[in-house]
């Protein structure tokens, strides 16, 4: 059984950056596409970031678009997210999740999923 553990997270003022890392142990993640939600206090949770399992495909919400960049490392099991200019609307529990195949924007779809990671942006 896999297991994905967030880490990264923290408090930040705003226009800070932090770097998220979604590291798997049980198995590879090579064939495996990957998801980085969030969800705020009171919010539904949403994707912001989604990434092929080669790299090639990226996906990116409209609110982090130009600020967040997902990547991934398969010799290291992991997949990161880096944040910049991060704003307070950006704060939330940022969970990984990862699926076969190709990314979607659609949770349900997504079998494994880490415990998340708080990401605070102080204004």
């Known amino acids: 059984q896999v297991q994905l553990v967030e880490s990264g997270g923290g408090l930040v003022q705003a226009g800070g950056s932090l770097r998220l890392s979604c590291a798997a142990s049980g198995r590879t993640i090579s064939s495996y596409a990957t998801g980085w939600f969030r969800q705020a206090p009171g919010k539904e949770r949403e994707l912001s970031a989604a990434?092929?399992?080669?790299?090639?495909?990226?996906y990116y919400a409209d609110s982090v678009k130009g600020r967040f960049t997902i990547s991934r490392d398969n010799a290291k099991n992991t997949v990161y997210l880096q944040m910049n200019r991060l704003k307070p609307s950006d704060t939330a529990v940022y969970f990984c999740?990862?699926?076969?195949?190709?990314?979607?924007?659609?949770?349900?779809?997504?079998?494994?999923w880490g415990q998340g990671t708080q990401v605070t942006v102080s204004s």
């Open positions: 990434i092929s399992w080669s790299g090639a495909s990226v």
């Open positions: 999740a990862q699926r076969e195949g190709t990314w979607s924007d659609n949770e349900m779809k997504y079998n494994n």
